[in-house]
């Protein structure tokens, strides 16, 4: 009888298991929702055509670089500037997805992001790479001066004993070495990029999408991860909390503004930031007003419209926040830096709303570790 009873209950628990894992409509959970919709919009009109974009500008970057290096004038550095900035702003969208060959790149934590925008940025790093022409970008010691914060600097900063960003490249004992540093950034930037492009274009977007599991390594999970960590430490933390001085005891840090040399862009910079977390969570396209499945419909999937109307008011404040500072956030710190703090409260409201109500709802696991405090 016992004997009888065991076999009832293994085959139950067998059924159980079965049913749960079950997936009619490729959701990889069984609350009902089609995350594979999910993933191929955010695959296929987000993510692809973003990286894509990314690979455009930085060609574009680099064919700016060769006319600046076969004619070194003013006008040609400001022309490798404008290049610069618009690779800058697409990375703004991209820097979200630490996914894939992005993740494989290595960077620690920060994974791929540490070849792109690491900053404040390591001048003296770069000055003796320039002189010694010893360096090597994809060594950790490097992630501080490389990316576009290294161009930043090579573009717009002035070097030791020189009066004008140009003179490096020119009467600079070391324009040579400054020179060849400023090819070989470009060109680690573009390798790097296009073995993302690559790897999505050849077979990780179709093991993104078929990757439904609910587990920490399903491609939702590391999805959901992503814009929170991205909203919380690149945008919040990294753009605004820092140079504002709220993680220090020693009042704000204007020299740690991202684009330091070009002080004029680091508001929109922010902005670029913001739109391309806000455009993951609705679901909208990238440069398009195409509109898909995303974290946006699952929440309302689930009854929670009141928190997708709660989440989406909280980012429309932190972009009325942004747009109220001076487009230089270093000036902003030292003309008023407690309007500077109160853009970062109100981008800090968001959080509990995203890593609190929005993780129980959709119920995932925070995989990265917080070390701020909040």
Not at 91 to 97: E, F, G, L, N
Not at 236 to 243: D, E, L, M, Y
């Amino acid at each position: 009888m016992l004997k009888k009873v065991f076999i009832l209950f293994t085959i139950a628990m067998v059924v159980i298991a079965c049913s749960s894992t079950d997936d009619s409509n490729g959701s990889g959970t069984n609350d009902g929702f089609n995350r594979t919709e999910l993933l191929t919009n955010v695959a296929d009109n987000l993510i692809v055509p973003a990286f894509q974009d990314l690979q455009t500008k930085l060609s574009a970057l680099d064919a700016a670089n060769e006319s600046f290096v076969t004619n070194k004038s003013v006008t040609n550095l400001e022309l490798l500037s404008d290049a610069w900035l618009d690779a800058y702003k697409v990375w703004q969208h991209v820097q979200i997805y630490n996914l894939g060959e992005a993740d494989n790149l290595g960077g620690g934590e920060r994974g791929f992001v540490s070849f792109f925008n690491i900053y404040p940025v390591t001048v003296a790093d770069i000055e003796n790479g320039a002189n010694t022409g010893n360096y090597d970008l994809n060594t950790a010691n490097y992630h501080d001066a490389q990316g576009f914060p290294a161009l930043d600097f090579l573009i717009h900063g002035v070097a030791t004993g020189d009066a004008l960003p140009i003179d490096k490249f020119i009467t600079n004992s070391d324009s040579n070495g400054y020179t060849t540093y400023l090819t070989d950034v470009i060109t680690q930037m573009i390798t790097l990029n296009d073995a993302i492009v690559n790897s999505w274009e050849s077979g990780y977007r179709d093991t993104f999408i078929d990757n439904t599991d609910s587990g920490v390594n399903g491609s939702f999970n590391k999805l959901a991860n992503d814009l929170i960590y991205s909203y919380e430490k690149d945008f919040r933390a990294q753009k605004v909390g820092i140079p504002a001085g709220v993680f220090s005891n020693g009042g704000s840090l204007p020299e740690t503004v991202e684009a330091f040399y070009k002080k004029d862009v680091s508001k929109e910079l922010a902005l670029e930031a913001l739109i391309g977390i806000e455009n993951l969570f609705n679901g909208v396209g990238y440069a398009s007003t195409t509109t898909g499945s995303s974290l946006n419909t699952y929440l309302e999937f689930l009854d929670r419209a009141d928190l997708v109307i709660e989440i989406n008011n909280q980012f429309t404040a932190a972009k009325n926040a942004i747009n109220g500072l001076n487009e230089n956030f270093y000036q902003q710190t030292i003309d008023n830096n407690a309007q500077m703090t109160a853009a970062y409260d109100i981008i800090q409201a968001a959080i509990p709303k995203l890593k609190v109500d929005m993780k129980q709802a959709l119920n995932f696991v925070i995989d990265y570790v917080d070390g701020d405090g909040d």
